[in-house]
């Protein structure tokens, strides 16, 4: 693959993850309980600030390939960088 198509490769899921990242920080913005003490949320819970701290939340996990701790003085933080394109296949 050329140099101009990597570019170009990675504007678009630049894009992509920008897009994802604003819908879903709008329509999904609650953390879901699992278990006791244990929640599942998408990028607009873990922006959330005031539901996490009503659900006692101290530790987020982030798996994401450019989502960096929005509240790094509030809550634990252990990120695992994942390309969007290997969760597509």
Do not use: W
Request: aromatic content about 6%; glycine content about 4%; hydrophobic content about 45%.
């Amino acid at each position: 693959m050329s140099q101009m198509d990597e570019l170009q490769r990675s504007r678009i899921l630049a894009c992509v993850q920008a897009f994802c990242a604003a819908r879903y920080a709008r329509e999904d913005n609650v953390p879901c309980q699992i278990e006791e003490g244990l929640f599942l949320g998408s990028v607009g819970a873990a922006l959330n600030k005031s539901a996490l701290k009503d659900l006692n939340i101290t530790h987020i996990l982030t798996v994401a390939k450019s989502l960096d701790p929005a509240f790094p003085n509030e809550f634990v933080y252990k990120k695992i960088d994942v390309s969007l394109l290997l969760l597509l296949i």
